[in-house]
């Protein structure tokens, strides 16, 4: 399954914004569309100051973003 314990709503987040890219996420928060698609598919677990960018982002907190699997 996901290369890492950290799951996310990024992609749930992203349609209920909109229907916000995965490019348009990814430069709001400062990486390239490949880190949104590994952080998505839980390839990825973010940097604590990632995790914050994209809560921002979605303008939500990191609890709502992320989840302990």
């Given at each position: 399954?996901?290369?890492t314990p950290l799951g996310n709503h ?8 909109g229907e916000m890219t995965q490019e ?46």
């Amino acid at each position: 399954m996901s290369g890492t314990p950290l799951g996310n709503h990024i992609r749930r987040l992203r349609f209920e914004h909109g229907e916000m890219t995965q490019e348009a996420l990814a430069r709001e928060v400062g990486v390239t569309r490949q880190t949104i698609i590994a952080l998505e598919a839980g390839r990825y677990a973010p940097s604590l100051e990632l995790a914050f960018r994209i809560a921002r982002a979605f303008g939500a907190g990191v609890e709502d973003v992320f989840h302990w699997q």
